[in-house]
T-cell receptor
């Protein structure tokens, strides 16, 4: 079964709006990462947040982590059409070597 | 710089035929290596991971096997493909001892269709 689950499954917004997607996971983790996947391609790493961190920024991305609720959120500000992609969270599960992914959020940004 | 090669990009195989997908990494030593499968429009399922030569951890009982004959080579195999083996297969690596502590670098994937 999946360790992580993203919500919503799909999100459609207008260019310039902010996009927020959430990830919930089941067990304690060491780190949580977010990845992006363009259709039919490999995944690209966006940001890593450690279990002792609560918030992290990278350009237009903001990630929060709430270990008490076992959840994380990814905020993309001022979205662009080029942000259209699927976004996945990834966590370790049963040891930091084992990296498992959530179910993904499919984001569409309409120009 | 490090690169990851995965081939072929597309593969169409009949049910019952064998499979061999290869992934190689350049520019690094002792990487952690991973095989994932992605069904259409779905998330990634971890199939196998390896922290060293000959060390394979299998995550899901299935019709597939993996081998790591060399430090930077990871092979996914099947003796007899099933229809349910269809999907998008992705290879990935992290630095030695990395796992979730470091980002994964992904190959471009193999789209496997079993007919």
């Amino acid at each position: 079964s999946q360790q992580g689950e993203e919500d919503p499954q799909a999100l459609s917004i207008q260019e310039g709006e902010n996009a927020t997607m959430n990830c919930s996971y089941k067990t304690s983790i060491n780190n949580l990462q977010w990845y992006r996947q363009n259709s039919g391609r490999g995944l690209v790493h966006l940001i890593l947040i450690r279990s002792n961190e609560r918030e992290k920024h990278s350009g237009r991305l903001r990630v929060t982590l709430d270990t008490s609720k076992k959840s994380s959120s990814l905020l993309i500000t001022a979205s662009r059409a080029a942000d259209t992609a699927s976004y996945f969270c990834a966590t370790d599960y049963g040891g930091y070597q084992k990296v498992t992914f959530g179910t993904g959020t499919k984001l569409q940004v309409i120009p | 710089s490090q690169t990851i090669h995965q081939w072929p990009a597309t593969l169409v195989q009949p049910v019952g035929s064998p499979l061999s997908l290869e992934c190689t990494v350049e520019g690094t030593s002792n990487p952690n290596l991973y095989w994932y499968r992605q069904a259409a429009g779905r998330g990634l399922q971890l199939l196998f991971y390896s922290v060293g030569i000959g060390q394979i951890s299998s995550e899901v009982p299935q019709n597939l096997s993996a081998s790591r004959p060399q430090d930077r080579q990871f092979i996914l195999s099947s003796k007899k493909l099933l229809l349910s083996d269809s999907g998008f297969y992705l290879c990935a690596w992290t630095g030695q001892g990395g796992g979730s502590n470091e980002k994964l670098f992904f190959g471009s994937g193999t789209q496997l269709s079993v007919l």
